[in-house]
């Protein structure tokens, strides 16, 4: 009867000890892996267009468009076949980077990082 009973326990229990070694939900957190193209944007061009001095794109930037357009990250102004345009022919003081650099793959992935605080297309401001 004892020995029914610690069995009996144990089943209930069991079910509570798998629930907590569940691996948790991955959840849309900081501590989330970044997405692809800000990995990629990390690689290729926060040298020049990270924030702060030292960073020619983002001077040359705000020089021509101000400081609300001086930061790539922070901008929702940008087509991505802009984008892809000026990565690939270069801009003035920026090189074009050729597709043996930045796979189409990755430049897409950049593209979308760049637009992704945008509001959907057709809803988008040329
Ligand atoms: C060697 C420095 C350098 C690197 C690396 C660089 N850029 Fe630039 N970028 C610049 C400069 C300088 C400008 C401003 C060009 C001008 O005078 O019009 C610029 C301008 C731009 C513009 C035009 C924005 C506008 O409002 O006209 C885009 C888009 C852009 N860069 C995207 C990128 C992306 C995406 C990458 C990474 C794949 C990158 N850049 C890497 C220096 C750089």
């Known amino acids: 009867m004892r020995h029914t009973i610690h069995v009996l326990a144990l089943a209930m229990l069991l079910p509570l000890a798998a629930q907590a070694a569940a691996p948790a939900a991955?959840?849309?957190s900081p501590t989330a892996a970044p997405a692809?193209?800000?990995i990629a944007f990390d690689r290729w061009c926060a040298e020049c267009h990270a924030a702060g001095v030292g960073h020619p794109g983002a001077q040359?930037?705000?020089?021509?468009?101000g400081a609300k357009l001086a930061l790539l990250?922070?901008?929702?102004?940008?087509?991505p076949e802009f984008i892809r345009y000026v990565v690939r022919h270069g801009q003035n003081a920026m090189p074009p980077y050729r597709?043996?650099?930045i796979s189409d793959t990755q430049?897409?992935?950049?593209?979308?990082y760049l637009?992704?605080?945008?509001?959907a297309p057709g809803k988008r401001r040329r």
Not at 73 to 79: H, T
């Open 26 to 28: 991955p959840a849309a």
């Open 36 to 38: 692809p193209g800000k």
């Open 60 to 65: 040359q930037l705000e020089r021509l468009r």
């Open 73 to 79: 990250e922070a901008r929702n102004d940008l087509a």
């Open 99 to 101: 597709p043996s650099e």
């Open 107 to 112: 430049l897409d992935q950049i593209a979308q």
């Open 115 to 119: 637009v992704r605080n945008q509001p």
